[in-house]
């Protein structure tokens, strides 16, 4: 309700949505999941061999990181510590770090 609240706020106007307590969580389909890491053929495939099975992948804490890290999320710093972690090949950890440090310094983000 403190969000809801400060972005009203913000708009200067009211929020119509309703906050109600959590009751269920229900996971998106499959071509929803891992969505960056899905674009990315090679990486995918990489994952699928270590992964067979689409629930195992979906809930892969190293296919989230991936996909994070693809959609631009963490640092520099993070991926040269974690990319030795995830499973990938020397070739795809090399690739990832380069795809990750392209997307930041196109975005004069380093």
């Not at 906050?19 to 071509?31: I, N, Q, R």
């Not at 053929?41 to 099975?53: C, E, G, W």
């Not at 296919?63 to 090949?89: F, K, M, P, W």
Request: aromatic share 10%.
């Amino acid at each position: 309700m403190e969000s809801r609240d400060a972005v009203a706020a913000t708009i200067e106007g009211k929020i119509h949505t309703e906050v109600v307590p959590f009751t269920a969580f229900y996971l998106a389909e499959d071509y929803h999941q891992k969505y960056r890491l899905q674009q990315q053929r090679d990486f995918l495939r990489a994952f699928k061999a270590m992964y067979p099975n689409m629930e195992d992948l979906i809930n892969s804490t190293a296919a989230a990181r991936v996909n994070g890290y693809l959609d631009g999320y963490g640092n520099l710093q993070e991926i040269e510590a974690t990319v030795d972690g995830l499973g990938l090949t020397p070739e795809g950890a090399r690739k990832l770090v380069d795809i990750v440090k392209r997307s930041k310094t196109r975005w004069g983000v380093w």
